[in-house]
């Protein structure tokens, strides 16, 4: 370990050198030509069993970093985690780091109003790195929250989910990947449902996790029931596989520009207020009561404190949804649906 203990050690050192130079500032990929940042990643590309120790000693260091070379090193933890190593290593360290790099960039935008940007770096040298580096923060996020969802579970309740987001929406003009990171507040990960069909008297424990919106989950779960031959136990004849629909939920194929892609509904589902007195979703039903394409599986209610969905053969016709509501953001982020037959009694009565 002496060689990686030395690289690891050189590379500390030179990005804990103070920046004074604004021209040493840069969103040039040409900042990482660094001799210690090539000398380290090419020992770690070669050699990835050792990038968890790599990753645990650069990210011990990065608050003792001007927050220039913490952007820089947090990219660097960024393509270790891409080369294998833990995700949760760096990342409440790279979220710190991202959390002060939106609010510098978001106090340089609001500079902007009165000075040029070499005057805000004169004013305050720390929101010009800020603005200057986030980029190369908010990859490195993404990176890990795509890789892990107990970390997205993290993001939205430890980081001042509301006050990011709202600072976040108004830079998205100006740092279009934040648009990214916005999304991670709106995937559903690690929810259970119990999906009951009352006419059939059977029920399912659904799993999800990485689903962008009921869409998705409607696509995933159809194919779910699909590739386990379910169609004749929920007499159902006529699903029709859309097959490119299905890669692009899974992330297995990205769409083409101005291509068109739709799936289709083979059954309807509605949450509890559709189901009337002899626990039967009947032909005429409150419309209120269905479950929206657009909205999220993780908002879907409870029911003694469990999601409850029910479903039964589709009522509404043509109902069809573009494959753009859920085209993938980032190819790390690998969206789930499971499902196993439930031992539980749902239906009393006919």
């Known amino acids: 370990m002496a060689e990686i203990d030395e690289l690891i050690k050189l590379l500390i050192e030179k ?40 990753l645990n000693q650069i990210s011990s260091e990065l608050n ?35 959390s002060a790099c939106i609010h510098n960039a978001y106090s340089y935008y609001m500079l902007l109003n009165e000075k040029p940007p070499e005057d ?12 200057m580096g986030i980029d190369f923060v908010i990859l490195p996020s993404m990176t890990m929250l795509c890789r892990d969802s107990s970390l997205r579970h993290l993001l939205r309740k430890k980081e001042g989910e509301m006050e990011i987001k709202v600072q976040a929406e108004v830079l998205m003009d100006r740092v279009p990947n934040l648009y990214y990171i916005s999304r991670m507040f709106t995937l559903s990960d690690d929810v259970n449902i119990i999906l009951i069909h009352p006419r059939l008297k059977v029920g399912f424990e659904v799993y999800l996790s990485g689903v962008q919106n009921n869409f998705h989950f409607f696509t995933l779960l159809q194919n779910e029931f699909n590739e386990k031959n379910l169609w004749g136990r929920l007499d159902i004849s006529n699903y029709n596989n859309h097959s490119h629909a299905i890669r692009i939920a899974k992330n297995q194929q990205v769409m083409v520009a101005n291509e068109s892609i739709t799936d289709e509904a ?9 189901i009337n007195d002899r626990g039967m979703i009947p032909s005429e039903f409150p419309l209120n009561s269905w ?20 479903f039964e053969t589709k009522r509404m016709a043509g109902r069809e949804w573009d494959v753009n509501f859920f085209q993938s953001f980032h190819e790390a982020l690998l969206p789930e649906v499971s499902s196993e037959y439930s031992k539980r009694t749902f239906v009393r009565g006919n």
């Not at 500032?25 to 050792?50: A, H, P, T």
């Not at 805000?120 to 603005?131: E, S, T």
């Not at 059954?267 to 559709?274: K, N, P, Q, R, S």
């Not at 657009?294 to 003694?304: A, H, Y």
């Open 120 to 131: 805000i770096a004169k004013y305050n040298f720390d929101i010009y790195q800020g603005w």
């Open 291 to 310: 479950v929206p394409g657009e909205l999220l599986p993780r908002d879907i209610p409870e029911i003694g404190g469990t999601k409850v969905v029910f």
């Open 64 to 98: 003792n970093m001007p927050t220039f070379n913490c952007c820089l090193c947090s990219f660097i933890c960024g393509t270790l985690v891409e080369w294998g190593g833990r995700p949760s290593i760096a990342f409440e360290k790279v979220m710190k780091i991202l």
């Open 266 to 274: 083979v059954f309807d589902l509605f949450i509890w207020t559709a």
């Open 15 to 54: 990005m804990k050198q103070p920046i004074t130079n604004i021209n040493d500032v840069s969103r040039d990929k040409s900042v990482f030509q660094k001799q210690e940042i090539m000398n380290l990643v090419g020992y770690c590309n070669k050699n990835r069993e050792i990038i968890d120790v790599v």
